[in-house]
């Protein structure tokens, strides 16, 4: 028995030799390769390899392989702290791009901090201080070269809409801080898990279509938002869906609007000099403990753990695909586990000094980018220049009117409208622009975190549909080859006489065994009607070509033993081509190969009708 390269390997090689008569074709039939079957392997190996590949399979510990005590122990420093590797070349030219970079983001952070403090339903300076140890700690800790750290306005907004459900800002501040530094607490503590066990594959659940959307709704909820700011109103409601906001606004129209602020907001000058609300004074000092302020068991400690496990999900969506877009533009590798260990060490760390949720902001990130920023030094120098503000000048920004700050933030979140994405997640996909929208709508017309579960909702659905209903396909015989594609999408395929050939693209498993077999018999049903009808022969064989069908579960054989005693009766017979290794070890170990006979089971569909049909093969 001849073992397989592989499926495709084997397939293109045997596709790619032409065969030029008849003759020729029924004189090769004697040379058909029969399916090889894998060597049995014990259960401890098989289990220990599929959880390697699993969770392991950018083998991390290959670098440690023959190495002495030593030097294992600096490989696992430099693994946790990046910084002792790259910082042995760091020369003065990368200190030049880095000092640039981190003074640009710098003057970019301090206002939008402010801002987003606000989102957050927090006094300014927390926004500072979020900016100022969380970017220290990931520039030691992170792994990519461009992402600038700090509070961002969609974690910002889902913090504050989620606590101020539970705690009322104004009426309860302590409380409601606290609250925020334990939800930073527990949003550190999943990322960092999620790092330490490998599990970063769970954030893919929400899809690049799902997270367009909810981004460009929550860039129009935070924008609403700051038309309390924007307009002057006193009595803004708590809510944050359009609907509540916009009743807030007009109702408020003959008496709540601040003429003066609108005015002032158009003419920048006349507004600095006559705007009447602005920001409180900001306290000096840097970041002072908040370990006694969080809350490590009791009531509280629960909602902290719902709402940072919420925050810490979405804030490691926005940092890592921030991270992945600019390490693909520079062309370096960016290790997810990693970057979710230094994420979730910098949010635990950042909720014991005063600090809430942080993470990787696009703005600051693509600025920072642009600035020519060559290493994570460019998030010292921003976390520097945060420093000296906090010690010197942040009595200043008591003269920062709130529009300003609503203006800044809107300028900052409109960016997240990406309305040539969505466009083209249209174009290109029907059911991604459904998760795309509906994770729109769920945030502007009812809450952010409605639409965070409108978004992974409808990214599983998709995942279930393509599960259960797997595409299937009709092959036909490209002239003059060895080739067998859909013949919906080659039209010049010509179906086999007497057989029909039939391509499974998915895995087999309970979940659509049931519908990979009725699907199957449909297509004959079909074809036999289509025959009947012009008076042809009918089918003697039904090839399905198992080439895409990486495994199969007992269900799944089950069903292939369903379909052939139906094909029995209908005088068919089932013939299976290439199957690969994982494949045709479960068939053989469930007898179905002594079923249907190893005699029906090819290496490709050309020996497949080779074998059962040879007079089908003329030169076209």
């Given at each position: 028995m001849v073992q397989p390269v592989s499926a495709e390997a084997d397939n293109n090689n045997f596709e790619a030799r032409g065969l030029s008569s008849s003759h020729n074709l029924t004189e090769n039939s004697k040379d058909i390769h029969k399916v090889g079957l894998p060597q049995r392997r014990k259960l401890v190996s098989e289990f220990a390899d599929t959880f390697k590949e699993t969770f392991f399979a950018d083998d991390p510990l290959r670098p440690y392989k023959d190495q002495p005590r030593a030097r294992k122990l600096v490989l696992s420093l430099q693994f946790l702290f990046p910084i002792l590797e790259w910082g042995r070349n760091y020369n003065l030219t990368k200190l030049k791009g880095d000092l640039i970079a981190g003074l640009t983001i710098a003057s970019l952070c301090i206002p939008q901090d402010i801002g987003y403090a606000k989102l957050a339903n927090m006094d300014p300076k927390y926004g500072l201080y979020s900016s100022f140890v969380p970017p220290l700690i990931y520039a030691a800790m992170g792994s990519s070269r461009d992402i600038a750290i700090g509070p961002v306005a969609v974690v910002s907004l889902l913090i504050g809409t989620l606590v101020r459900k539970e705690i009322d800002p104004t009426t309860n501040k302590e409380e409601y801080q606290r609250l925020v530094f334990t939800a930073t607490f527990f949003a550190g503590v999943t990322q960092a898990a999620l790092g330490f066990l490998r599990l970063g594959f769970l954030v893919e659940f929400l899809s690049h279509a799902a997270i367009v959307g909810f981004m460009a709704g929550a860039a129009i909820t935070i924008s609403l938002q700051q038309l309390k700011g924007f307009l002057g109103i006193k009595n803004f409601t708590k809510n944050t869906d359009i609907v509540s906001v916009m009743k807030s606004v007009w109702g408020s129209v003959h008496h709540g609007w601040n003429w003066q602020t609108i005015m002032i907001g158009t003419v920048f000058l006349a507004f600095l000099l006559s705007a009447k609300y602005i920001v409180r004074h900001i306290d000096k000092g840097l970041n002072p403990s908040s370990i006694n302020r969080i809350h490590f068991h009791g009531h509280y400690a629960a909602k902290g753990f719902r709402i940072g496990a919420i925050a810490?999900?979405?804030?490691?969506?926005?940092?890592?695909?921030?991270?992945?877009?600019?390490?693909?533009?520079?062309?370096?590798?960016?290790?997810?586990?990693?970057?979710?260990?230094?994420?979730?060490?910098?949010?635990?760390?950042?909720?014991?000094?005063?600090?809430?949720?942080?993470?990787?902001?696009?703005?600051?990130?693509?600025?920072?980018?642009?600035?020519?920023?060559?290493?994570?030094?460019?998030?010292?120098?921003?976390?520097?220049?945060?420093?000296?503000?906090?010690?010197?000048?942040?009595?200043?920004?008591?003269?920062?009117?709130?529009a300003i700050l609503s203006a800044i933030i809107i300028s900052a979140v409109i960016s997240l409208i990406d309305i040539e994405a969505a466009t083209l997640i249209w174009k290109v996909d029907k059911l991604d622009f459904i998760a795309c929208m509906g994770a729109f709508l769920g945030v502007i017309f009812v809450s952010v975190e409605i639409g965070l579960l409108i978004a992974v909702g409808i990214s599983i659905a998709k995942i279930l549909l393509q599960v259960t209903r797997p595409r299937t396909a009709l092959l036909g015989h490209i002239p003059r080859t060895t080739i067998y594609r859909n013949v919906e999408q080659y039209p010049e395929a010509t179906k086999v006489p007497g057989a029909l050939i039939v391509r499974i693209d998915s895995a087999v498993y309970f979940t659509n065994s049931n519908y990979v077999k009725e699907r199957i018999l449909r297509w004959l049903r079909d074809e036999e009607e289509q025959l009947n009808a012009k008076i042809l022969p009918k089918i003697t064989f039904l090839i399905v070509e198992m080439s895409p069908v990486i495994d199969i579960d007992t269900s799944g054989i089950h069903a292939f033993e369903e379909l052939y005693r139906t094909l029995q009766k209908h005088e068919v017979q089932l013939v299976l081509a290439n199957p690969g290794p994982v494949v045709i070890q479960k068939l053989h170990t469930a007898k179905f190969t002594e079923l249907i006979g190893e005699d029906k089971i090819f290496l490709s569909v050309s020996e497949a009708v080779m074998a059962c049909a040879p007079k089908s093969f003329e030169v076209v």
């Open positions: 810490a999900l979405i804030a490691l969506t926005e940092a890592i695909a921030i991270g992945r877009t600019f390490a693909a533009m520079k062309d370096y590798q960016l290790d997810g586990n990693k970057e979710m260990v230094a994420l979730g060490t910098m949010n635990i760390v950042g909720s014991m000094t005063s600090c809430y949720v942080a993470t990787g902001s696009f703005s600051r990130s693509a600025v920072n980018f642009m600035a020519g920023c060559q290493t994570a030094v460019s998030n010292i120098v921003m976390s520097l220049i945060v420093m000296l503000t906090l010690l010197v000048i942040t009595p200043l920004f008591k003269y920062t009117p709130n």
